[in-house]
């Protein structure tokens, strides 16, 4: 049967961020959308596919059945990270789940999350609580994506562990959140320089329209503020620094060169 399974925008945006060679691991994979397409590609030689639905898992498992893949992946019932040997997979997926509960998913054995290389991350709210605790745990932002779902702009974050003592030095790209972490990590996890940072003037895809509503969203708030009996000026005046801010990385340039 011929390969036809095409991506949604969100979707392949995740699958973008595995580079040709890596071991991939799917947590949450409902359909297995993500790892049947990447190996079906030849992009990574071996996708785990996990769930904490067995129903998930049986869907995943006819979504690789129907196109004769299987060669190369594994399926697995279970929660969290636990289902995987540490360093067993180079990209860790997680993607369409809330921040907090991505978060409480890493943290719950970090030494063992901090086997594998890279998270590819993708929360559906929360994106404040989630970039705190990478920020935290020394995890370098690499890499940031915006994209359109529905009338969504859902947010893909790529980092990579911290480096451990005796492990060879090797290239890694850049940090984004390089010369921010300190001052970030002092902020409430609620903060807007945590749930939209100052590097998403370095993010790819549709940024324009992603601060456009953000913008969007605080000035209802602010509006909504206003109208209430019992006013709160301190709380008005934070959100009308929050909007300045939202405009000033509107105004930025960087955003139409990516």
Do not use: C
Not at 73 to 88: A, C, N
Not at 178 to 201: A, C, K
Not at 240 to 257: F, S, T
């Amino acid at each position: 049967m011929e390969f036809r399974l095409k991506l949604s925008e969100r979707m392949q945006a995740i699958a973008d961020r595995v580079e040709p060679g890596e071991k991939v691991a799917d947590i949450g994979t409902d359909h297995g959308q993500i790892p049947v397409w990447l190996f079906s590609r030849g992009i990574t030689p071996k996708a785990i596919l996990s769930d904490i639905s067995a129903d998930s898992i049986r869907k995943a498992e006819m979504t690789a059945g129907a196109y004769q893949f299987g060669d190369g992946l594994s399926f697995r019932v279970g929660d969290g990270l636990k289902v995987l040997e540490p360093g067993e997979a180079d990209a860790v997926i997680i993607a369409g789940m809330g921040g907090k509960l991505i978060r409480d998913i890493l943290d719950a054995d970090i030494a063992h999350t901090l086997t594998f290389r890279k998270l590819i991350l993708q929360p559906r709210k929360g994106m404040g609580p989630l970039r705190k605790w990478l920020l935290e745990k020394g995890y370098s932002i690499i890499r940031e994506d915006v994209v359109l779902e529905g009338r969504f702009y859902p947010e893909i974050i790529t980092a990579t562990r911290p480096e451990h003592e005796g492990e060879p030095a090797a290239e890694r790209p850049g940090d984004l959140a390089e010369g921010y972490r300190e001052h970030l990590v002092g902020l409430n996890e609620q903060d807007i320089h945590l749930r939209v940072p100052p590097w998403m003037v370095n993010a790819s895809g549709r940024v324009r329209d992603y601060l456009n509503m953000r913008i969007w969203q605080e000035e209802t708030k602010l509006e909504s503020m206003r109208k209430a009996k019992d006013r709160d000026p301190e709380a008005e005046d934070k959100v009308l620094a929050d909007i300045a801010y939202l405009n000033g990385l509107k105004g930025d340039r960087r955003i139409d060169e990516i």
